[in-house]
């Protein structure tokens, strides 16, 4: 694939032989600065503008986030329009804080407002596919079982050259997927 060229795409999806980089989510980081105008901020208010945030903002990069890892920066973009809007910050006038954004993406009962952590969001998605391909016997299962498991365990388990980005996603976050499973039994 040529620097300029774009890769083909199959359900919204960008499907190429190459490692996704920020520029592959720029739709994404588009739509969510459209979205996130300093004017709407303005129009709602702090209720307002955190449901918009939870309801749709944060769910904009999902689809994307659930086949791909979702890059730093796209990552730090997106949380800065949407941290913009729920602050409310206007774009040449920069306001202080009471909260750092960490914990405005915690739970309530923890003092948080509940808005999704893209990071976190991200990996919980795609360890829900390690999660299927050990529970579920579907067809798609079958076919990563046969091309990249061949009757081996999971946790033994390496990303190899050639591997889909799709398959090298899953064998980073599997180290956080075997944490939790192992939490999640005892």
């Keep these: 694939m040529q620097e300029g060229e774009v890769p083909f795409k199959y359900l919204g999806l960008p499907v190429t032989n190459v490692r996704l980089g920020n520029k592959f989510w720029k739709g994404v980081t588009e739509k969510i600065e459209k979205r996130c105008a300093c004017w709407q901020g303005r129009l709602l208010n702090m209720a307002g503008r955190v449901t918009l945030v939870q309801a749709c903002l944060t769910n904009i990069p999902l689809f994307m ?79 990563l079982k046969s091309k990249y498991i061949q009757n081996r365990c999971l946790a033994g388990l390496e990303k190899k050259p050639g591997d889909s980005q799709f398959w090298c996603s899953l064998m980073d976050i599997k180290r956080i997927y075997q944490d939790w499973m192992l939490l999640w039994i005892y």
């Design 65 to 143: 986030m659930s086949f791909y890892p979702l890059p730093v920066g796209v990552r730090k973009k997106a949380d800065f329009f949407i941290a913009r809007l729920v602050w409310q910050e206007d774009e040449n006038k920069k306001k202080y804080h009471l909260v750092n954004w960490k914990t405005c993406c915690m739970p309530k009962d923890l003092g948080g407002l509940v808005i999704i952590n893209l990071d976190i969001m991200n990996k919980s998605i795609l360890a829900k596919w390690l999660w299927k391909i050990e529970t579920e016997s579907r067809t798609w299962v079958n076919i």
